[in-house]
């Protein structure tokens, strides 16, 4: 990490840990955050009250979710300390997060395990949500070439779900990914005989193209999608934003705060760790990073002028689009969760709402993510199966 890229990261934890302590820093408005962290006694409730609900579709959720995945490695290919990311997870449902994301292919079945562990004392009180969709070997999570929705699969799939979140049920169930092979009314099928027997109550679609979407949500209803979006990637705004306003269905950003880019961790000097998968997106490359750290500036900006960070104004940003969006960043950072969690209080008036809006549609992003999810966010999908 650089001399510029750790005097952020120090930023960003004076701005919650200075003063004293957590408790000390006003928040956006006046407001209090949370006192420091602890994990919460088994059997402990949730404050909802701190961070508020939404809905998606009919599945009610903390307005911020905690995404998971890099509880078992992370972008910089170190491992996280076990102990710690359940110790996240049980602070986080002590401020008043209920809804954690997970997929199966994630650290090759160990986040699940983690996240099962970690919410086993308040798991009546929490939305569970997992993913099926990669070619991963059932038994040892080994993650082979391809994708593999067969319904058979997707069976085998949830029971080992089940087992490593030690639950009865996944609250969302989610295809990670589109499988060109499966028609998706074969998923849709599998998935409603998973629900006939209790162990799937909801489900959903990551980055899949609109026709997808119109499909699958008339052969079984869908809960909720999960696809990039923030500042930083504004793709879904041309055509699924309106289409999920359309079906009713809920949106989950994942990568909410641009894989970090948008907190202000990344800045000319950065360079990433061989495996960093930020390293392979043009978004972040010599050429194109100048340029789009604009975002970060405005995102700083406003954070000054609501008394945030500028990560918190991210999120803010996010939720303020429609009542139905729950982003899930995902940390293995305490300090990190707090923080975003904290971004459900920061608000903006109709006015300043549009104000921000103009401002980030005024930065063309230069550079795009990965070239397969660029195709299916703009509607490029492969014909359907008969």
């Known amino acids: 990490m650089s001399a510029?890229?750790?005097?952020?990261?120090?930023?960003?934890?004076?701005?919650?840990?200075?003063?004293?302590?957590?408790?000390?820093?006003?928040?956006?408005?006046?407001?209090?955050?949370?006192?420091?962290?602890?994990?919460?006694?088994?059997?402990?409730?949730?404050?909802?009250?701190?961070?508020?609900?939404?809905?998606?579709?009919?599945?009610?959720?903390?307005?911020?979710?905690?995404?998971?995945?890099?509880?078992?490695?992370?972008?910089?290919?170190?491992?996280?300390?076990?102990?710690?990311?359940?110790?996240?997870?049980?602070?986080?449902?002590?401020?008043?997060?209920?809804?954690?994301?997970?997929?199966?292919?994630?650290?090759?079945?160990?986040?699940?395990?983690?996240?099962?562990?970690a919410v086993a004392p308040f798991r009546e009180n929490v939305a569970l949500a997992s993913k099926f969709g990669f070619n991963v070997d059932l038994?040892?999570?080994?993650?082979?070439?391809?994708?593999?929705?067969?319904?058979?699969?997707?069976?085998?799939?949830?029971?080992?779900?089940?087992?490593?979140?030690?639950?009865?049920?996944?609250?969302?169930?989610?295809?990670?990914?589109?499988?060109?092979?499966?028609?998706?009314?074969?998923?849709?099928?599998?998935?409603?005989?998973?629900?006939?027997?209790?162990?799937?109550?909801h489900w959903g679609l990551s980055e899949m193209g609109p026709n997808t979407l119109r499909r699958a949500h008339a052969a079984l209803p869908v809960s909720a999608i999960q696809n990039e979006y923030s500042m930083l990637w504004r793709g879904p705004e041309g055509v699924i934003i309106s289409l999920c306003q359309e079906l009713g269905i809920g949106f989950v950003p994942w990568s909410p705060l641009g894989v970090g880019f948008l907190t202000g961790a990344i800045d000319l000097n950065t360079r990433f760790a061989e495996g960093d998968i930020r390293g392979v997106e043009s978004r972040f490359s010599p050429e194109n990073l100048p340029h789009n750290l604009a975002l970060v500036e405005l995102a700083k900006r406003w954070a000054e002028?609501?008394?945030?960070?500028?990560?918190?104004?991210?999120?803010a940003w996010l939720m303020a689009q429609k009542p139905w969006i729950v982003p899930i960043p995902g940390t293995t950072q305490m300090a990190h969760m707090l923080e975003n969690v904290g971004a459900a209080q920061v608000r903006f008036t109709s006015t300043e709402l549009a104000e921000l809006n103009g401002a980030v549609s005024a930065v063309q992003v230069r550079g795009a993510r990965l070239p397969e999810q660029v195709a299916v966010m703009s509607g490029v999908e492969a014909p359907p199966k008969k």
């Open 139 to 201: 038994e040892t999570g080994e993650r082979r070439p391809g994708r593999n929705s067969r319904p058979d699969h997707i069976k085998g799939a949830v029971e080992g779900m089940l087992m490593r979140l030690r639950t009865d049920r996944i609250d969302l169930l989610y295809q990670h990914r589109v499988d060109p092979e499966v028609p998706i009314e074969d998923v849709a099928g599998a998935v409603k005989d998973l629900m006939a027997q209790g162990k799937v109550l």
């Open 305 to 315: 002028r609501k008394r945030a960070t500028p990560g918190q104004i991210a999120l």
């Open 4 to 117: 510029s890229e750790r005097k952020n990261e120090l930023g960003r934890r004076s701005f919650l840990l200075s003063a004293g302590a957590l408790a000390a820093v006003p928040l956006l408005g006046g407001a209090a955050p949370h006192s420091a962290a602890q994990a919460p006694a088994p059997g402990r409730s949730p404050a909802p009250s701190a961070i508020g609900r939404r809905r998606l579709g009919s599945l009610e959720v903390s307005s911020v979710g905690l995404g998971v995945q890099n509880m078992s490695r992370t972008y910089q290919t170190t491992i996280p300390t076990r102990s710690e990311m359940i110790n996240i997870i049980r602070t986080a449902f002590d401020r008043g997060v209920t809804f954690f994301d997970a997929a199966e292919v994630y650290g090759s079945h160990e986040v699940e395990r983690i996240l099962g562990e």
